[in-house]
Each structure stands twice: as structure tokens, then as C-alpha cells.
């Protein structure tokens, strides 16, 4: 999830669901949006989920989907929460990380391929400042700086430099266990995509690995071979925060400005182009020159908070307005709301805004919405209303 108030943080990014940090400050500190399921943390850290809840993503100790938010089971309060394609991951206020959900490549990171419908601890003793889930891997920043990752690798997307993980039964390449990024880089922010990851080093260069077929990586051309380590962005840009969606990344540069590569066939790269040829392999500046505190990448479409509150969509998907769904440049979220953090899913896009309540809106077909209707779409931001956390046991 991004927030406004990392204009000031040393930690920000995006996924599929994307990059949180420790910090309980507001009635909503933390809220993500996935494939097909959300989660939020109340104001004293405990977790909410809605939506899919096949191979227990939802941390409810059951498999059953839900259409409102249900409790996340095992009583640990926390910090920041990130969705990714099947599966959920969270940090105690201490840094301490927690999986639940599908885990066949290993991207519960707890040294096994067993699901989890209860938070389960991420193997090992290492300290996160920042986690980020993405399609079927995970990712994260310890308190020195370095970065992990865990989960599928078949396209490189964990950057340890292998292709095939050594902690995983054949024929999956991944890793069960969290491996270290192969770089002597430290990092501020980290986004674990589709099938890739990037990062933004402390010294402001944007990074990227796993797959290009896209040119998501934005390393200068396209390659369908996987980059195995982190591969610098081609672009004298030094950026604050960085996104990973499906098939493009989108960053944010430290003068408050939007850049996007990759692939934009449905006007996901806010360039004011869409179709077959709107692929782009080095970041191109998001057209109208907002100033942005940050950015977030679903599959086909990209949300942005201006430094002003206000958000703004562009791409195919949940865009908040009901005049259109498509949009090549940024358009604002209708209804005059103003955001503390967005979170784009792969076609649902949830905020918390500055008084505390959570927004959702977009596809609804398994309830990620969380707005207790059957209804299969919602243009519209729609309040999302957690239960009390002392009246559910």
C-alpha cells in the first residue's frame, strides 16, 4: 500500500499488492488489494480479509470466500499487511513476517510448500522494515537495508542469481525460504510484480529483475531471457518509490513526477497511448505533470495519490468514475475524496482515505470489495466497514 506520508518515509512501493512498513498511526494503517482478495489492519493491528478465500488466503483457518471483512485468526496484531495473487503477508510491529494462503512455490516463505489459512512465521530471524507481495513470490527490506525475496523464481523474479531454487522439489524453480538479493545494494523501496521485482537503491537508481518480455524491467530493451540479479533502469531518473504491476512498472521520481514502462497495451503507462506499439522498454513521463506522493500498478490499469490527496487512475479497469473505464492519461477518482494511501489489485482498487475509512471499488464477482453486494462491478469508491475488533471473537 502507498501512503501520502511516505513522502517523508524511507520505505515505499507497490506490488501486483504492494510495499507497507511498520507504523500504526490512524484508524486504517495498512490495506492491500490482490487478484482477487483484500486486507485491511483496524486501528490497534488487527487484520482483516474479504474476497477469494480458496487455499486459506484469507487467514480465517478456513478455504471459504467471504463478500465482508472476516477476522484473520491467531490474535497477532500488526503493522502493515500486503495481498499478492493467492496468498497475504504481514509485519508485527517488531518486523516479524507472516504468510497465509497458497504456497506451492514456496511464497509463504516458511520452508515449506504447505498452504496456510492461519498466519504462519516466515522462516529464519531476519528483521523486515517493508514486505511486498506479488503474483506468486514475496519480497522484503530488513532493518540494514538488504533485500530478500522468496517464492517462485522460474523468470528470476527472486534475483538470487539462479534460475532454479535449491529449496524447492522439482520441477518448481523457487525458494521456501527467504534468499538474498544478489547485489551489494541496500534499498529503500521494493515491489514485487507479476513476474518481476524492482527496487529503488537508497542512492535514488531504480532497479529490476525477473522478467522483460515487456520490457517491465526498463533496462533499455526487450529480452524474453530471465534477469536473474537486479539490472539498473535505463534513465538518469532518481526516483523515491517504485511499483511492479503485471506486465510495467511505474516509479516515482524525487521531484514528485510519474514515470511508467513496459507493457501499456491498455494505456497502463499514462503516455497518452494505448495498443500493440505502446510497449516501452525505458521510463516515459505519465502526461498532465501531477505531482504525485505515490503511485500503485494493478494488471492493466495504475493509480496514483497526488501530493494533494486526490487520486487518480489511468488504463482499463477500476479507474473510480463512472464516465468511462478506459483512459490513456490520468482522470480523477469521482466523488471529491481525498486519500491517505491507494492500493491497486489486479481489477479492483482500494484507499484509505484521510479520515480513516477504507474505499473499494472496481470487480466484485468474489466480494473483494467488501461491500456485502452481489453486484459483479462497482464504478464507484465504496465505503468498506470493519467489524468492531472487541466484538469478534
Known sequence: MLRRSTLVAVFIAAACSDAVG???DRAWPSLSAGAEHTCALDGVGVAFCWGQGASGRLGNGADTSTRAPARVSGGIRFASITVGGTHTCALTPQGRAYCWGWNAFGQLGTGSDANSAVPAPVAGSLSFTVLSAGDQHTCGITTGGVAYCWGDNEIGQLGDSASVGTSCPAPFPCSQIPVHVSSTLHFRSISAGGYHTCGVATDGKAYCWGWDWDGQAGIGYFTDAPISVPAAVSTTLRFDAITAGAHHTCAVTTQQLAYCWGGGLYGQLGNDSSGSYNYVATPVAVVGGVR????????????GLA????????????LGTAVT????????VAGGLRFEALDAGGQHQCGVSVDGPGFCWGLNTI???????SEAWRDLASVVVLPPSEAVP
Open 325 to 332: 473505464q478506459v483512459s490513456t492519461t490520468p482522470v480523477a
Open 292 to 303: 504525485f506522493a505515490a503511485l500503485t500498478a494493478g494488471d492493466n490499469h495504475t493509480c
Open 307 to 318: 501530493v494533494n490527496g486526490g487520486g487518480l487512475c489511468w488504463g482499463t479497469g477500476p
Open 367 to 373: 466480494g473483494q470489495l467488501g461491500i456485502a453486494s
Open 22 to 24: 511498520p507504523t500504526i
